[in-house]
């Protein structure tokens, strides 16, 4: 489990939808990226969507989404939760 990556919350959605058009934006810089929603907690409560990356990318996500999220009313501020797994 060496090659192991850590996988890093960039940004908080409230919409899965807003959550895929930055993710697609970010693969399109050559950044992988993924969107985790908890359908469970959603049916409770308005849990958000997380969009991740890996932590290698961090950074250059950050810059990528600056650049293109300038919109994103349905977002949370990404640098109160970089360290949630």
């Given amino acids: 489990m060496e090659n192991e990556e850590k996988i890093v919350v ?3 959605y ?3 939808i807003d959550a895929n058009i930055v993710k697609g934006a970010l693969e399109a810089s050559g950044i992988p990226a993924g969107v985790i929603v908890d359908n469970t907690a959603n049916a409770i409560w308005m849990a958000p969507v997380r969009l ?3 932590e290698r990318d961090l950074e250059l996500a950050k810059k990528v989404i600056s650049e293109t999220d ?5 977002s949370i501020d990404f640098e109160s939760d970089t360290n949630e797994e």
């Fill in 10 to 12: 960039l940004k908080k």
């Fill in 14 to 16: 409230s919409s899965p």
């Fill in 52 to 54: 991740v990356v890996f």
């Fill in 70 to 74: 300038e919109t994103e009313p349905d």
